[in-house]
């Protein structure tokens, strides 16, 4: 039976966005309500576009604290943390060394491999539904690893876990490498590839999910921002909103990295830091790649989008902070350039830096489930650097959520109170 109810989705990202969709489909009467205007920029618009089942350890992983040291040293390194004291930095810092374990890499390892095929599975159905809007290609990844030695760590580390959970993952030399991409020269020891991941263009998807929610009849609520709540009895009431109050039935939290903020008055605890990534669209490259690209030891994203090519990486934490720190954007410039020598800064001249905030919990799985507090409130935030990967099946959970379903992949490591 289709359900008579009401869903307010607060926030228009693509995990929002893919809310509305599952929900909608089940015959809920969605509406979203979303602060920026139609087709204004979000986090999964200037991605790496990868969907991307290779991706089955978390941020967290073993290492990353000293790792995370040595690269801080170094100012053009893949990571930076703005020194400030600030108590929820310092907090989510604490959690996210404690989540940094071999037992907690191997118990998450088959969530976010459970998600991110879910991810992709949607992924081809959504391109079906949209006459493949979005440009989906099937072509794999190769993590490129431009020393032996990363080869072997990445090997014996990556390639291992992602086989021992499904994921195929095929370790090769420098030729199988260049083989596999003609189109670009390689200075590389070997790579990992994924034949499994995929990856699209989303600044055509976001627009094309759009449509498709309006031709399904959503109400979206643009240029509205999402200020408190009303509650009682256990239950969210209504949404205070700048367009003025809004009551439903259903209420799901996807501000992206924005979320804690948004239940700021609801007496939760939701740890997340937006960690910044950037990212350089060369609009006519010179070389052309087929598949999505790593750079494995300066974690760099390279992926070609119809005629385009992006650069995207570092993970910067210092806040909301729309400060464009030029080392970080030369560390990826400098990156294209030791692993595709051919690449030269003139490549990328005249690039206007495009930059996003990743919505970052500690344990690096995102937060998805009813909350304890107030039971027709639902979760669906904190996807890191996968959060375009995991949109759809983020979505099909939601609605499984609030159907009574049994959700498609267990959800008990990804419980939004699992700090509270
Ligand atoms: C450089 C880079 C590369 C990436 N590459 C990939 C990749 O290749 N593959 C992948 O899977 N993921 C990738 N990611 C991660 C992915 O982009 C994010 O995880 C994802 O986009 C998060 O989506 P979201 O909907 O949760 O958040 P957001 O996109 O941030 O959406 C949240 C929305 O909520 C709105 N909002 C906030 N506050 C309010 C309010 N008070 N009222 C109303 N609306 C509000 C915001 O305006 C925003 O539109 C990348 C990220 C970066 C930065």
């Not at 969210?236 to 039935?249: H, K, L, P, Q």
């Not at 690209?293 to 995207?312: C, D, H, N, S, Y």
């Not at 909301?320 to 051919?342: K, L, M, T």
Request: proline fraction near 6%; include cysteine; glycine fraction near 10%.
């Amino acid at each position: 039976m289709r359900p008579n109810k009401s869903v307010i989705v607060c926030g228009g990202g693509v995990v929002g966005l893919s809310c509305a969709y599952y929900l909608s489909r089940e015959g809920y009467r969605v509406t979203v309500i979303e602060r920026h205007a139609e087709g204004a920029d979000s986090c999964a618009q200037g991605s790496a576009g990868y969907i991307s089942p290779s991706h089955v350890i978390p941020l967290s992983a073993p290492g990353m604290i000293v790792q995370g040291l040595k690269w801080m040293m170094n100012s053009r390194s893949p990571f930076y943390v703005k020194p400030r004291l600030d108590g929820d930095l310092m907090r989510w810092g604490w959690l996210f060394a404690r989540a940094c374990t071999k037992d907690h890499t191997r118990r998450a390892a088959p969530v976010l491999r459970d998600l991110c095929l879910g991810g992709r599975k949607l992924f081809l159905e959504l391109a079906e539904v949209t006459g493949d809007a979005f440009e989906l290609k099937k072509e794999g990844l190769l993590n490129l690893c431009k020393t032996p030695a990363a080869l072997d760590h990445y090997a014996h580390g990556l390639a291992a876990l992602a086989n021992e959970v499904g994921v195929e993952a095929r370790v090769l030399d420098a030729q199988q490498t260049a083989a596999l991409e003609p189109g670009v020269r390689m200075d590389v020891a070997g790579s990992v590839y994924f034949p499994i991941d995929a990856h699209i263009t989303p600044r055509k998807f976001m627009p094309a999910l759009t449509n498709l929610l309006k031709e399904m009849g959503v109400t979206f609520k643009w240029n509205t921002s999402v200020y408190g709540w009303q509650s009682g009895g256990g239950r969210v009431t209504a949404v205070a909103t700048t367009a003025g109050e809004i009551s439903a039935d259903e209420f799901v939290l996807a501000g992206g990295s924005w979320s804690p903020a948004m239940v700021a008055g609801l007496d939760l605890r939701l740890p997340m830091q937006p960690g910044k990534g950037y990212s350089l669209t060369i609009e006519q490259p010179r070389f052309k790649l087929e598949k999505s690209v790593i750079f494995a030891e300066r974690r760099v994203a390279v992926t070609p989008m119809g005629a385009q090519l992006r650069f995207g990486g570092t993970m910067e934490l210092s806040g909301h902070s729309e400060n464009v720190r030029p080392e970080r954007i030369e560390q990826i410039i400098d990156s294209a350039r030791f692993y595709f020598p051919d690449f030269t800064p003139q490549d990328f001249a005249g690039i206007k830096p495009w930059f996003g905030y990743r919505p970052v919990s500690p344990d690096g799985l995102p937060y998805i489930g009813r909350f304890g507090r107030h039971a027709n409130l639902t979760a669906a935030c904190g996807h890191a650097m996968l959060g375009l990967t995991m949109a759809p099946i983020t979505g099909l959970l939601v609605a499984e959520i609030l159907t009574g379903r049994k959700p498609s992949v267990d959800l008990s490591m990804l419980r939004p109170d699992r700090y509270a």
